[in-house]
């Protein structure tokens, strides 16, 4: 019973909502651990509609231990995300007690959400820093896992809350960037490209990051291989 419940969350892709990433109050490790004890609890009743978390079964402290944060921490951030204009998680009165609502992987806006498989969201929301987790879900609302695509340090940084004038800003993007790759979360590789230089009046060669998403077959491989963890 136990193994074929670690089959099935191996299987489990999870969404991540990534219309709200700019947000300050978008605390994405707490709603990514929402999301992995809705994977976890055989006790929880999952909706077509919304994954359910019931309240009074929630760990809160076993979810401040794997994350390494205090409690009261994880339960201000919580609140924090109840109260997001987005509506990501909601509470709800049930005959069996309060309920927290996340959205479901079958009934979700691609647009607005990215699937991630159970396995990588665990280790990420377990060791990463938020910023760098945001990082990673903004990638993969502008490229593939089979497709290159650019993004400046100042593009990430604007668009996970940053302001791209801070160098310290500019530093957390790289270091972020740099976690990713060395745990084959994402590929990102350099490419010479040619741009229309108005002083200049020539095209000159400039230097672009292009990012690729690492799939889980990648990702599990390289996990194996090398321990990164």
Known sequence: MLENRKQIQKEIYLPIATYCLKDKQYYIKEYGALLIKSAENSDIFNT?????????????????????????????????????????????????????????????????????????????????????????????????????????????????????????NLDIITSSVKTLEENKYIEKKKVNVYEYDKEKLREVPKIRKVYRICNFDEWKKEIDKNKVY
């Open 48 to 168: 077509h509609k919304n994954r359910i978390l019931y309240k009074n079964k929630l760990d809160i402290q076993e979810i401040a231990n794997e994350l390494n944060v205090n409690k009261a921490t994880i339960q201000r951030n919580i609140k924090k995300l109840e109260k997001l204009d987005f509506k990501i998680l909601k509470i709800e009165n049930t005959l069996n007690g309060i309920v927290y609502c996340l959205p479901s992987e079958n009934n979700i806006d691609l647009n607005k959400f990215a699937l991630i498989n159970y396995e990588m969201l665990k280790k990420m929301v377990n060791k990463f820093k938020s910023n760098t987790i945001k990082v990673y879900f903004l990638l993969k609302t502008i490229t593939t896992e089979t497709n290159f695509k650019p993004a400046t340090n100042s593009f990430i940084a604007e668009n996970i809350g940053l302001s791209s004038k801070s160098k310290n």
